[in-house]
């Protein structure tokens, strides 16, 4: 079982920055591909971005990508998503999950994630 705790969303205004981090439990979290997703009202949850287990090859939605980062310290067990000018489109609950088994092929599916944090909210203000 991996327990996944998110935090660092609030309320920002257009154009500013946010870091959201997610404290993952387990001794093995430095195998495990990590991922971002985010649902905004009355959508459907969608990926963000993604990093495998050694940190080196990162993935993102066209929609985020140039103004999010993501990156993992797998010896404080923690994945972050570095969000810069953000819009209020990107207003969303942002989730971070994990799959264990470390698969690449569809990683950008909510389907191919064994454990999900509870969410933390991001709201960008116009």
């Known amino acids: 079982q991996v327990q996944l705790v998110e935090s660092g969303g609030g309320l920002v205004q257009a154009g500013g920055s946010l870091r959201l981090s997610c404290a993952a439990s387990g001794r093995f979290f430095s195998t495990y591909t990590m991922g971002w997703f985010r649902q905004a009202p009355g959508k459907e949850r969608e990926f963000a971005a993604a990093?495998?287990?050694?940190?080196?090859?990162?993935y993102y939605a066209d929609s985020v990508k140039g103004r999010f980062i993501i990156s993992r310290d797998n010896a404080q067990n923690t994945v972050y998503l570095q969000m810069n000018s953000l819009k209020p489109e990107d207003t969303a609950v942002y989730y971070c999950?994990?799959?264990?088994?470390?698969?690449?092929?569809?990683?950008?599916?909510?389907?191919?994630?064994?454990?999900w944090g509870q969410g933390t909210q991001v709201t960008v203000a116009s």
């Open positions: 999950a994990a799959d264990v088994h470390n698969t690449i092929v569809g990683l950008t599916t909510s389907r191919q994630y064994d454990y």
């Open positions: 990093i495998l287990w050694s940190g080196g090859t990162t």
